[in-house]
Nanobody, 118 residues
Framework: QVQLVESGGGLVQAGGSLRLSCATSGILRSLFSITAMAWYRQAPGKQRELVAGITSTGNTNYADSVKGRFTISRDTAKNTVYLQMNSLKPEDTAVYYC?????????WGQGTQVTVSS
């Protein structure tokens, strides 16, 4: 069984910063070092979207809407993925999830709420 536990969300004013963390467990923990990971988000009334991805070798990609503001990283020793979010905007308000880059249906966790006030 795989568990992905997101944390670090909260309420922040526009222009502020947050750092999200995603801890892995189960079989994914043993495969973490060779697994591409990603952060996704889902805003109210909208479909879930890919925010940022990172390969096992550290190559990254970002949605156009967050380029230059968000940074994804990973710590293999801690089996954890991070998302540093700077210059937050109200339109970044959403529930943020982590998953593999393939977005396996059985890996979705509870997510962490990020709310950006104007």
């Amino acid at each position: 069984q795989v568990q992905l536990v997101e944390s670090g969300g909260g309420l922040v004013q526009a222009g502020g910063s947050l750092r999200l963390s995603c801890a892995t467990s189960g079989i994914l923990r043993s495969l973490f070092s060779i697994t591409a990971m990603a952060w996704y988000r889902q805003a109210p009334g909208k479909q879930r979207e890919l925010v940022a991805g990172i390969t096992s070798t550290g190559n990254t990609n970002y949605a156009d809407s967050v380029k230059g503001r968000f940074t994804i990283s990973r710590d293999t020793a801690k089996n954890t993925v991070y998302l540093q979010m700077n210059s937050l905007k109200p339109e970044d308000t959403a529930v943020y999830y982590c998953n593999t880059l393939r977005a396996r249906d059985d890996y979705w966790g509870q997510g962490t709420q990020v709310t950006v006030s104007s």
